[in-house]
Antibody, heavy 120, light 115 residues
Framework: QITLKESGRTLVKPSQTLTLTCTFS??????????VGWIRQPPGKALEWLAL???????RYSPSLKSRLTITKDTSKNQVVLTMTNMNPVDTATYYC????????????WGQGTLVTVSS | QPVLTQPPSSSASPGESARLTCTLS?????????IYWYQQKPGSPPKYLLY?????????GSGVPSRFSGSTDASANTGILVISGLQSEDEADYHC?????????FGGGTKLTVL
């Protein structure tokens, strides 16, 4: 069974840096072509793709957020970490991590998500 | 950055078919993209449903019923999710997605109500 779970601070102040950890099981990020991505969803709004990390270390970022995002992995811990700098109230959203399988370019499955609120 | 446009809402009755659309911006041609569809129920993460590129290149996620299918209308530059034999449990938000040269792009989502 493949599972992913997001963790990190759920309340951050404006201008602070957000660090989220995705801890997964049931697959390995050492498998060729495997990936883990981050997607967010503001309350009542659309999904927004943020970043993607492949098993070979290749990283992709949303062009509009690229300057604020960093995605890394700790293969030994089965974790992928997303950091987002200079947080703003508009960044308030549920943040999801999801697996991108070796075959196909979809996200499946997704973690339950974690609601991050940006407020002073 | 491409834009995917989905109607905010749609409705249909049980047993009928629902046709949900995802229109790509004019700067990209749907013929060159896989369209991915996700279902999201309140309080839950999105669930992968299927992808559609062509009749010979498409696939459903594990456990997704054959009632869910994809297609495109090239003349309208639009991807389509068809749900046949609607059931009350199909009431949810549906999101389309593509991978562009600059990364992943989601549509705004359509809330499907089963009357």
């Amino acid at each position: 069974q493949i599972t992913l779970k997001e963790s990190g601070r759920t309340l951050v102040k404006p201008s602070q840096t957000l660090t989220l950890t995705c801890t997964f099981s049931g697959f390995s990020l050492t498998s060729s072509g495997m990936g883990v991505g981050w997607i967010r969803q503001p309350p009542g709004k659309a999904l927004e793709w943020l970043a993607l990390l492949y098993s070979d270390g290749d990283k992709r970022y949303s062009p509009s957020l690229k300057s604020r995002l960093t995605i890394t992995k700790d293969t030994s811990k089965n974790q992928v970490v997303l950091t987002m700098t200079n947080m703003n109230p508009v960044d308030t959203a549920t943040y999801y991590c999801a697996r991108r399988p070796r075959v196909g370019a979809h996200f499946d499955p997704w973690g339950q998500g974690t609601l991050v609120t940006v407020s002073s | 950055q491409p834009v995917l446009t989905q109607p905010p809402s749609s409705s249909a009755s049980p047993g009928e078919s629902a046709r949900l659309t995802c229109t790509l911006s004019s700067d990209i041609n749907i013929g060159g993209y896989n369209i991915y569809w996700y279902q999201q129920k309140p309080g839950s993460p999105p669930k992968y449903l299927l992808y559609y590129y062509s009749d010979s290149d498409q696939g459903r996620g594990s456990g997704v019923p054959s009632r869910f299918s994809g297609s495109t209308d090239a003349s309208a530059n639009t991807g389509i999710l068809v749900i046949s034999g609607l059931q009350s449990e199909d009431e949810a938000d549906y999101h389309c997605m593509i991978w562009s040269n600059s990364g992943g792009v989601f549509g705004g989502g359509t809330k499907l109500t089963v009357l």
